[in-house]
T-cell receptor, first 111, second 110 residues
């Protein structure tokens, strides 16, 4: 699976949009981009995933560049409860069922 | 939390003793996973199961064994606990890549 690069930490003001970047320049054609987050002391939580089109759900939006070498997770109106470590993971679309979690980005939402 | 429970939630044990952690699901998912999480290492896959009696190793399987005799239960056993196995253990269930995690078990090996 392709390696991902994320900033170690980011800050965001409550109520503002949080934009979390992820670089995955070695991604291959059948690999998906997945985002999970982990709130302190809890298990990771699935957020969203995509292949090449932008995706939106009730939690977030995922913007994938046309060349698929990077993506951005957008939390449109961040709240204090969104403070967490956010993981960007690239996973093969075949029979690879294993998620490899890197260090992620610690997003701190400030009041 | 997607119908996943882990037991116990906290455990303190001594080096050399056997320990079994249980993951129970009510979602009838085929796939179940055990991860450990340590500072500086993030989440690492220990073992996973793709069906009853079907299991495979992850990246940090040494010192651990698993069993799955029923769809709903996935057991992780430390045959002889060591201090290096002090960690937070997470169970997950799910499909191919979308996994749902349990609340975790904090294990301290003295």
């Amino acid at each position: 699976d392709a390696k991902t690069t994320q900033p170690p930490s980011m800050d965001c003001a409550e109520g503002r949009a949080a934009n979390l970047p992820c670089n995955h320049s070695t991604i291959s054609g059948n690999e998906y981009v997945y985002w999970y987050r982990q709130i302190h002391s809890q298990g990771p939580q699935y957020i969203i995933h995509g292949l090449k089109n932008n995706e939106t759900n009730e939690m977030a939006s995922l913007i994938i560049t046309e060349d698929r070498k990077s993506s951005t997770l957008i939390l449109p109106h961040a709240t204090l409860r969104d403070t967490a470590v956010y993981y960007c993971i690239v996973v093969g679309g075949g029979s690879n069922y294993k998620l490899t979690f890197g260090k992620g980005t610690l997003l701190t939402v400030n009041p | 939390d997607a119908g996943i429970t882990q037991s116990p939630r906290h455990k303190v044990t001594e080096t050399g003793t056997p320990v079994t952690l249980r993951c129970h699901q009510t979602e009838n998912h085929r796939y179940m996973y055990w991860y450990r999480q340590d500072p500086g290492h993030g989440l690492r896959l220990i073992h996973y199961s793709y069906g009853v009696k079907d299991t495979d190793k992850g990246e940090v399987s040494d010192g651990y064994s698993v069993s799955r005799s029923k769809t709903e239960d996935f057991l992780l056993t430390l045959e002889s606990a060591t201090s290096s196995q002090t960690s937070v253990y997470f169970c997950a269930i799910g499909g191919v890549q979308t996994q749902y995690f349990g609340p975790g078990t904090r294990l301290l090996v003295l």
